[in-house]
């Protein structure tokens, strides 16, 4: 199984990104789609999750301004990230649940700066 992430880049304080994770490969099933992100000098943490049945939950200090979804038919999750702040600046990295096994991708970065 293989993850590509992309979409990350540059954008000022406020505006808008919106990231892509697609996984290919041998996968009947994927139970949970997630994005990560890490900062330099931090340690990597949970931004948001969505489950097979759409339930979703995110860090605190994404909630209002991020949103998670998915597209099944694609095993595609996507990352829509508003009013973005300097704090938001990190490597993000999407990983897939499958039965017994976990995958991560390779990361994109994303900078928030003026």
């Known amino acids: 199984v293989q993850l590509q992430a992309s979409g990350g880049g540059l954008v000022q304080p406020g505006g808008s990104l919106r990231l892509s994770c697609a996984a290919s490969?041998?996968?009947?099933?994927?139970?949970?789609m997630s994005w990560y992100r890490q900062a330099p000098g931090k340690e990597r943490e949970l931004v948001a999750t969505?489950?097979?049945?759409?339930?979703?939950n995110y860090a605190d200090s994404v909630k209002g301004r991020f949103t998670i979804s998915r597209d099944n038919a694609k095993n595609t999750q996507y990352l829509q990230m508003n009013s973005l702040k300097p704090e938001d600046t990190a490597v993000y990295y999407c990983?897939?649940?499958?039965?017994?096994?976990?995958?991560w991708g390779q990361g994109t970065q994303v900078t928030v700066s003026s």
């Open positions: 490969g041998s996968i009947f099933r994927i139970n949970a």
């Open positions: 969505i489950t097979s049945g759409g339930n979703t």
């Open positions: 990983n897939v649940r499958l039965p017994g096994s976990l995958y």
